[in-house]
């Protein structure tokens, strides 16, 4: 029985240990790039950063506050993420209502339509095609419009409303209420969790995503912070700040601190905001997984 | 002729009561329609338009003739992509790229579930889990950025400690036998926490009397595991596993193309970052609407198949 307890110890240590080490690893990069971006020039050259920075100051940040293209990128990113997840909330929820009422017509039809868009798409071009043909090249509409709806979020949305018990309903129905005020009185209210849930999914892809952007958008003074981010760091490009190569001494910030600083600000939202949704999101996985 | 008359006018009027009753529902159900309307609107417009926009790649499109006023050339462009060199090239990495990330990547979140689930500290587990699911919320452009960070050869922390450790400095991004490991190495550090939720949540549906008689029983923590907790998530894990082959074609390209350059497309060019550079940055639309219809047929036919599996073997699919 001794023998059984300090086996188990034993195990607990190492698994305490390992579990450590694993939060370690999810953490490490992004310490990494906090430390380069707050680090002096001579120090990450040399390449003598691994944890902590050195020679602690602000440089790249001061050097990011002037390069314009970047702030003007993240008011961007900021409006397609508020704009786009407001359209994806109004479509999503209504669809999932409407699909969530049993007696709806041709319930079964509208689903099939809906959900064989899941199996098969255009593809790439013929939708890069229709955004040209509707006119929208080039503008917020190209960003907001062609993900207005995520199949996979609308039936997170559903499966939730599918579970408001229906004796709620049929209570404001013989009140005289119509399905609008079903909707608004009744299952909204009740299914705020699943909104908070698909709109921070919503708004996270918005915030993240770079493809859509970087092929719909040509005008520069358009173009979301990922777009920017993918500029500096696949491209190497970071025109406009009038960094030359002869200005890079030892003290200026070089391209990878600056590329960091970037990279910080980008995430920082995120990082605020995050560990209070968190639990929103593992909620929507799991409505989601129940009934894929 | 009479009977024969008399039959049709009950079966009319019947199919015009059935009309009016139909009718009579969408009548009552006309804020349902409404509120239908915009969402069934973007489907049609955002989804369907473009399946039927594939028709260009049996045509010769060009923007001034549009897609009704081009030329059919039938197949033309399917065998230009199947007599095209790059046709196998692009296969064979897409199929490296998915059959690695798989292999690689699969196990970890289950074998994190399980452990995680030997923690026994809730608040360290709560945290843990904080933690490890962060990632998964970092966009791939960042990603990417912290990839090249990390391992660029003149100021990244791994180059560092190989060069500390005697060796030579190894330029990751330009080397293309590093290719596939560097991309499956940053998936599974950006959803090695996440994917485990759903193993996690198997795991709590398992019931804790089980641990206690077998605990009882005198088996310890890997007999445990080994004798319940595995056996306990198995369906979750053949169900994932069977829907994970149906999207074998789909590697995440929009990673890819931030992570490749040409010097090492030979292990890193997969079709859609093939389509996108013919079909988007040089305009060839025919061409890559074709390559980008053979892809979507093959994965529709890989979809059918792994729920066809899974119904049979776990009687759970997606439809």
New interface residues.
């Given amino acids: 029985m001794v023998k059984n307890n300090s086996k188990i110890q034993a195990f607990d240590v190492v698994n305490v240990i390992l579990m450590l080490f694993l939060m370690g690893v999810a953490l490490y990069p992004i310490v990494y790039e906090i430390a380069i971006s707050l680090s002096s020039a001579s120090y990450v050259q040399a390449n003598k950063i691994s944890v902590f920075p050195k020679g602690f100051n602000f440089d790249s940040y001061k050097n990011l506050v002037q390069y314009r293209i970047f702030w003007i990128s993240y008011k961007n990113t900021i409006v397609y993420s508020v704009l786009g997840t407001l359209i994806n909330l109004t479509l999503t929820s209504t669809l999932a209502f409407c699909l969530s009422r049993r007696e709806l017509l041709f319930r079964k039809q509208i689903t099939l339509f809906i959900i064989f868009t899941m199996f098969f798409s255009g593809g790439m071009i013929p939708n890069f095609l229709l955004v040209n043909w509707l006119g929208i090249y080039n503008s917020i509409w190209a960003v907001v419009l062609p993900g207005a709806i995520s199949t996979y979020n609308m039936i997170i949305v559903r499966t939730f409303m599918s579970g408001i018990p229906e004796e709620v309903i049929e209570s404001v129905r013989i009140d005289g209420g119509n399905d609008l005020q079903i909707f608004s009185r009744i299952v909204l209210p009740l299914s705020k969790s699943a909104f908070a849930t698909v709109g921070l999914f919503y708004f996270i892809g918005h915030w993240n995503s770079y493809f859509g952007p970087m092929i719909y958008l040509s005008d520069k003074s358009l173009q979301p912070l990922q777009v920017i981010l993918k500029e500096m760091i696949v491209d190497q490009n970071i025109e406009g700040l009038g960094l030359r190569m002869s200005d890079l001494k030892d003290e200026m910030p070089t391209s990878e601190m600056f590329t960091a600083a970037s990279i910080v600000l980008s995430i920082i939202p995120v990082l605020c905001v995050y560990p209070f949704v968190q639990k929103y999101f593992v909620k929507g996985v799991m409505i989601g997984s129940v009934k894929g | 002729m009479g009977v024969y008359s008399r039959l049709t006018n009950r079966s009319m009027i019947k199919r015009q009561e059935r009309k009016s009753k ?1 009718l009579g ?2 009548i009552k ?1 006309k ?3 409404m ?2 309307f ?3 609107l ?2 049609f ?10 028709i ?1 790649a049996f045509k010769d499109y060009n923007f001034i003739s549009g ?1 009704w006023g081009s030329k059919w050339v039938g197949l033309k462009y399917f065998k230009q992509f199947l007599q095209n060199p790059y046709f196998f090239r692009t296969l064979r990495n897409t199929f490296i790229i998915s059959i690695n990330s798989l292999f690689w990547f699969f196990p970890v979140p289950i074998i ?1 579930a399980i ?2 689930n ?3 500290n809730t608040q ?1 587990k709560k ?9 998964h ?6 990603v ?7 391992t ?1 050869p ?4 791994i ?2 400690v190989i ?1 500390t450790l005697g060796g030579n400095p190894i330029n990751f991004f330009m080397e293309k036998g590093w290719f596939v490991p560097l991309y499956v190495i940053s998936a599974i ?1 950006s959803d ?3 994917g485990a ?2 193993y996690i ?1 198997a795991i709590s549906g398992i019931g804790q009397e089980l641990y206690e008689a077998a605990s009882i029983d ?1 088996a ?3 007999r445990q595991i080994w004798h319940i907790t595995i056996p306990g998530i198995m369906p979750t894990v053949v169900i994932l596993l069977i829907l994970r082959m149906g999207s074998l074609l789909d590697v995440g390209y ?1 990673k890819i ?2 992570m490749y350059n040409e010097g090492i497309y030979e292990t890193s060019d997969v079709i ?1 970052t093939y ?2 550079r013919n ?2 940055r040089q305009a060839n ?1 025919s061409f ?2 074709a390559v ?2 053979l ?2 047929t093959v994965s ?1 036919a890989l ?1 059918i198949m792994s729920n066809y599996i899974s119904k049979n073997v776990t009687e759970v699919g ?2």
Avoid: D
């Fill in positions: 139909t529902t969408l159900q804020y349902l329609f509120m239908l915009p969402s069934l973007y489907y417009i955002f989804r369907y338009i473009p399946m039927y926009g594939v260009i897609i994190f452990l995680l030997e923690v026994k360290f945290t843990i889990q904080t933690v490890t699911y962060l990632p919320f970092i966009s791939i452009v960042t990417v950025g912290l990839l090249k960070q990390l660029s003149t100021t990244g922390v180059n560092a060069m550090w090695f926490g996440w939720i759903v949540a005198g310890g923590r890997f929009e193309l931030l859609s389509i996108y079909g988007i639309y890559g609407t980008g219809l892809n979507s529709l979809v997606l439809w």
